[in-house]
């Protein structure tokens, strides 16, 4: 009677460490999706600021037309982007949006009156504070894709980690050349 005790409490603990690490990788698994959705949350929220700042710089700068078909395509890529789960692409859609940004900002430099004008101040400080939110959104991600990477490679989560369908996750790289600043040539 006592060995019997004994067994289905030993079964019942297995039991329990195994619901504990499913539910651990599984939490911390959606946690990391959630990161991640949260960086497309601020992208797309970059996305759509930037019409209208493409629109308030056309009045002033109409002869730059590449600058503007630029901007758009990498805005279009970013909200293609946004639509999956590829982080690398996520990466480098982000990363020519970027680019075409800085272009945009130095068609604004030239024009004076466009740098007073009221509603591209106000576009440019959304801009700058969507930028920050999309760098916590990024770090925030990383965070929570360490935190799932080491439960996945780490006794006793590993072994549960099949029985969850909880893989390690990619983190979110800049793309090669976004260590150095871009140039901007008209």
Same mark, same amino acid.
């Given at each position: 009677?006592?060995?019997?005790?004994?067994?289905?409490?030993?079964?019942?603990?297995?039991?329990? &460490?195994?619901? +504990? @690490?499913?539910?651990?990788?599984?939490?911390?698994?959606?946690?990391?999706?959630?990161? *991640?959705?949260?960086?497309?949350?601020? *992208?797309?929220?970059?996305? #759509?600021?930037?019409?209208?700042? +493409?629109?308030?710089?056309?009045?002033? $700068?109409?002869?730059?037309?590449?600058?503007?078909?630029?901007?758009?395509?990498?805005?279009? @890529? &970013?909200?293609?982007?946004?639509?999956? #789960?590829?982080?690398?692409?996520?990466?480098?859609?982000?990363? $020519?949006? %970027?680019?075409?940004? &800085?272009?945009?900002?130095?068609?604004?430099? $030239?024009?004076?009156? /466009?740098?007073?004008?009221?509603?591209?101040?106000?576009? %440019?400080? %959304?801009?700058?504070?969507?930028?920050?939110?999309?760098?916590? $959104?990024?770090?925030?991600?990383? #965070?929570?894709?360490?935190? /799932?990477?080491? /439960?996945?490679?780490?006794?006793?989560?590993?072994?549960?980690?099949?029985?969850?369908?909880?893989?390690?996750? #990619?983190?979110?790289?800049?793309?090669?050349?976004? %260590?150095?600043?871009?140039? +901007?040539?008209?």
């Amino acid at each position: 009677m006592i060995a019997l005790i004994i067994v289905l409490v030993v079964i019942l603990a297995l039991v329990l &460490v195994g619901v +504990v @690490g499913f539910n651990k990788l599984r939490t911390t698994d959606i946690s990391a999706q959630e990161a *991640l959705g949260g960086i497309d949350v601020q *992208l797309t929220r970059r996305a #759509d600021l930037i019409p209208n700042m +493409v629109e308030t710089v056309k009045g002033y $700068a109409a002869h730059e037309k590449g600058v503007f078909e630029e901007v758009t395509r990498a805005r279009a @890529g &970013v909200q293609a982007a946004a639509g999956g #789960d590829d982080v690398q692409a996520k990466a480098a859609a982000d990363a $020519a949006l %970027q680019g075409a940004l &800085v272009k945009l900002n130095a068609v604004a430099e $030239a024009y004076p009156d /466009l740098k007073a004008n009221t509603n591209f101040l106000e576009l %440019q400080r %959304q801009l700058a504070e969507t930028e920050n939110q999309i760098s916590f $959104a990024r770090t925030f991600y990383n #965070d929570a894709v360490a935190t /799932l990477n080491k /439960l996945v490679a780490t006794i006793p989560w590993m072994f549960f980690s099949g029985i969850a369908g909880v893989g390690k996750r #990619d983190f979110y790289e800049a793309p090669a050349g976004q %260590q150095t600043p871009p140039t +901007v040539s008209f």
